[in-house]
């Protein structure tokens, strides 16, 4: 006992990480129980899985990390259920566990681990495919190890959740929520993003803001739910036209802004080039928005004629972010002014 302290007084201290902590518990463990494999297990219960986090093997029988199985077929939960948790014999006392006669187990021994309220949350096990005899330092050292893994454990399973909850967050605040594509603080990030990298790469940016026209006139006449609909069938239409490394946002209301990476010119007259690249850009998208929309919710559907769409092609170096948004701005207007001209 007094050289487990010590193992323990000097691992202790050092460990930062779930991993530092339990390797060397289950090299003890395996000095201790004398079996050839140990190892640290965690449980999800919503799940009905158990996965081996952590393990040790040192004989002919593996229990390899990663390994996923159903918890429903596992010794350790059969072992909890009956608070017998020591078998030399495993294939008399729970042969019905397919788990434990594939890997080959004979001898097993584990302890829960557990949260502070209760919930079981991982065990520390020892298996081996040889008979081993019951020893009486085996079982104490495996509540010890397993207290000492539950807060480490519930606190490693804490920080994961809350990275978890965070990153969700972090995307709900970059996030429309109506069309699930960027708003209009993510979109400008993507746009320096993308601007720096254009000036690195010495390429030119495509900068397109998309209105559609009549929107109002259909939130008056049928309902903002057909309104809504709109746009997403709207914003699902204009991811369809786009290239996988091309960037889209809803900034409010029933606009857009696409960005887009240009590629160099080999030509002599790369401003001509720069321009073409615009007009198709603008064509494909101002096609991609016609179309017949359904409104869902018994609202029927609309045949929509499609959105003004201004397209300017810029030089990074030569303009910035909100410059480009707002010679894009301009041409779109100008694509509106000339439709309503049209229909007038």
């Known amino acids: ?28 463990l395996s000095q201790v129980a004398g079996m050839e494999s140990t190892y640290l297990t965690t449980i999800d219960t919503d799940e009905g899985v ?48 397919e788990a434990a006669t594939a890997l080959g187990i004979r001898t097993y021994v584990s302890a829960p681990i557990r949260s502070r309220d209760g919930q079981v949350l991982g065990t520390v096990c020892a298996a081996s495919s040889d ?42 605040a970059l996030t429309d929520p109506l069309t699930g594509l960027s708003n209009r603080r993510a979109i400008l990030n993507d746009a320096v993003r993308l601007f720096a990298l254009a000036q690195r790469e010495n390429k030119y940016i495509l900068m397109g803001v998309i209105d559609l026209d009549g929107f109002k006139l259909i939130n008056d006449t049928r309902g ?31 606009e857009f802004i696409v960005i887009a990476l240009g590629t160099p010119s080999e030509h002599a007259e790369p401003a001509k080039d720069m321009r073409h690249a615009a007009d198709l850009l603008q064509d494909r998208l101002a096609k991609a928005t016609i179309g017949n929309y359904e409104l869902g919710h018994g609202l029927g559907d609309i045949h929509y004629p499609g959105a003004s769409v201004g397209v300017v092609a810029v030089m990074p170096g030569s303009v910035t972010v909100d410059e480009a948004t707002k010679l894009a701005d301009r041409e779109m207007y100008k694509v509106k002014q000339q439709r309503n001209r049209q229909r007038a």
């Open 131 to 172: 008979q081993v005899a019951r020893t009486p330092e085996v079982e104490p050292l495996l509540m010890l190890l397993s207290s000492l893994l539950s807060y480490a454990l519930e606190r490693g399973m804490l920080v994961e959740q809350l990275q978890t909850a965070n990153a969700e967050l972090t995307k709900l």
């Open 1 to 28: 006992m007094d050289q487990t302290l010590s193992f323990l007084c000097d691992t202790l201290p050092k460990a930062q990480t779930l991993e530092q902590l339990t390797r060397p518990l289950l090299t003890l």
């Open 224 to 254: 903002h739910q057909a309104g809504d609909e709109l746009l997403r069938g709207v914003a699902t239409q204009l991811q369809h036209g786009l290239r996988a490394s091309d960037v889209i946002g809803r900034t409010g209301g029933d």
């Open 50 to 97: 158990q996965r081996v986090e952590f393990a040790r093997n040192v004989g002919d029988m593996v229990i390899p990390e990663g390994l996923v199985v159903p918890w429903a077929d596992t010794l350790c939960k059969r072992a909890l259920d009956e608070n017998r948790l020591y078998s030399d014999n495993v294939a008399q006392t729970w042969g019905d566990s």
